[in-house]
């Protein structure tokens, strides 16, 4: 596939409540005009309400920059289209924002077919033990069609339903999931962010369905960002909503969240909103989490003006001292990123979150974890290296006063 630059000076960019506008680059800035004739459920954003003025940004847009690849994604795309195209944000958004992206926002050109796939079985995917890299396989087919931004290997990959099955429904033809892989940089990924996100589950914080292969090699999740039907849900993370950049994900506060919630989620949805947001930060703390950017937070909707913005389940959650062990909080926690003081730092958060008994709730993310430890013993020994990571964060947050572990 040759694309020249002309032809990718504009996409069109629709949602399912029908066509939203027209993203253009000329003159180093990135343009997006609201369609005349659309309507308000079709705005992109949250932070973009319809208006006659155009969007103009040195930089492509926040909502358009959230599903732009990264890592191992965005180094497989620039090596197949090594002697093809230039992979500038515009070819990139083509390549990766069509109807599969995260969310609801999608954006099509002629320049760029859309290639559906054909599907895989979740059952298959989670018994390979063939000799072959499964994942390898995976991004051979699906490499095109994965809108979903992080470091991490991860693919968006079409689930393939038999509609034969007494159980199988026609509506869910087009399920989809998430397959990750920690690559050869972070051994023992898959199992890391399968334990963490136990430890999610166990304390009750709402999280997508997630699966660990049996090879434990893969971490294979189901699409949040759908509904049972197979339509899209409007998704922004805490980076677009704050009106930032993918690079600056590290450059804001725990308490900057908070206060995105106050200003975006429903009235009705807000105060499970704050609460969902305080128990994710006491848990990044508890199991060593450094990774808890502003991109690892969301929130859902149907439409920007249906009343029903919330925050999203939990994900990517993995403890990071295994790999980087004076590794510390992703964003700042009452001024400061150190896990090792991350307790005493709590209590302004749970203020802000209306937290009425904060040691209530960190007691129960404590059990919690020491519940998924104990109860996935064997897992965890095939990777030694991972239970001291996330025991040793335990007990030095544990060590700060008033802080007691349930026995």
């Known amino acids: 596939m040759t694309i020249s630059a002309a032809e990718l000076?504009?996409?069109?960019?629709?949602?399912?409540?029908?066509?939203?506008?027209?993203?253009?680059?000329?003159?180093?800035?990135?343009?997006?005009?609201?369609?005349?004739?659309?309507?308000?459920?079709?705005?992109?954003?949250?932070?973009?309400?319809?208006r006659a003025a155009q969007y103009v940004s040195r930089d492509l847009h926040?909502?358009?920059?959230?599903?732009?690849?990264?890592?191992?994604?965005?180094?497989?795309l620039r090596q197949r289209f090594a002697k093809a195209s230039t992979l500038n944000p515009m070819l990139l958004l083509a390549l990766t924002g069509r109807e599969s992206a995260i969310?609801?926002?999608?954006?099509?050109?002629?320049?760029v077919a859309s290639e559906p796939g054909r599907g895989e079985r979740l059952q298959e995917i989670l018994a390979w033990d063939g000799a072959e890299d499964l994942f390898a396989e995976l991004a051979d087919r699906y490499l095109l069609r994965s809108g979903v931004s992080g470091v991490q290997p991860?693919?968006?990959?079409?689930?393939?339903?038999?509609?034969?099955?007494?159980?199988?429904?026609?509506?869910?033809?087009?399920?989809?999931?998430?397959?990750?892989?920690?690559?050869?940089?972070?051994?023992?990924?898959?199992v890391n962010e399968y334990i963490c996100m136990?430890?999610?589950?166990?304390?009750?914080?709402?999280?997508?369905?997630?699966?660990?292969?049996?090879?434990?090699?893969?971490?294979?999740?189901?699409?949040?960002?759908?509904?049972?039907?197979?339509?899209?849900?409007?998704?922004?993370?805490?980076?677009?909503?704050?009106?930032?950049?993918?690079?600056?994900?590290?450059?804001?506060?725990?308490?900057?969240?908070?206060?995105?919630i106050r200003v975006y989620c429903s009235p009705e949805q807000q105060p499970g909103a704050l609460a969902q947001l305080f128990d994710q930060v006491v848990l990044s703390c508890l199991v060593g989490n450094g990774?808890?950017?502003l991109k690892n937070f969301g929130v859902v909707y149907g439409h920007p003006h249906d009343g029903s913005v919330r925050l999203a389940p939990a994900y990517d959650i993995i403890n990071t001292t295994a790999y980087i062990p004076e590794d510390g909080l992703a964003l700042l926690l009452n001024g400061s990123k150190s896990l090792f003081a991350a307790r005493a730092n709590l209590q302004p958060l749970a203020e802000r979150c209306m937290i009425r008994n904060p040691q209530a709730r960190v007691a129960l993310l404590v059990d919690a974890v020491q519940t998924i430890l104990?109860?996935?013993?064997?897992l965890l020994a095939t990777e030694p290296h991972l239970e001291p990571a996330i025991r040793g964060c335990l007990d030095r947050f544990a060590a700060k006063p008033r802080i007691r572990l349930p026995s």
């Open 291 to 293: 990774d808890a950017h």
């Open 198 to 260: 136990s430890i999610a589950r166990e304390a009750g914080i709402s999280v997508p369905e997630f699966h660990l292969s049996q090879n434990r090699k893969l971490f294979v999740m189901r699409r949040f960002d759908r509904t049972a039907e197979g339509a899209s849900l409007g998704f922004e993370d805490m980076a677009v909503l704050m009106g930032l950049s993918a690079a600056n994900k590290y450059d804001a506060s725990y308490e900057r969240i908070a206060k995105a």
């Open 154 to 190: 991860k693919l968006l990959v079409p689930e393939a339903i038999d509609a034969t099955s007494s159980t199988a429904r026609a509506s869910l033809m087009t399920s989809e999931l998430i397959v990750k892989s920690g690559g050869e940089d972070f051994p023992g990924l898959a």
């Open 9 to 50: 000076d504009r996409v069109d960019v629709e949602t399912p409540q029908g066509r939203s506008g027209t993203l253009q680059h000329a003159s180093g800035d990135y343009l997006f005009t609201c369609s005349p004739d659309a309507t308000p459920a079709a705005d992109i954003s949250l932070t973009m309400p319809h």
């Open 62 to 76: 926040p909502i358009f920059q959230m599903n732009l690849p990264e890592g191992y994604v965005l180094e497989q």
């Open 103 to 111: 969310g609801r926002v999608s954006v099509t050109t002629p320049a």
């Open 374 to 378: 104990a109860r996935e013993r064997d």
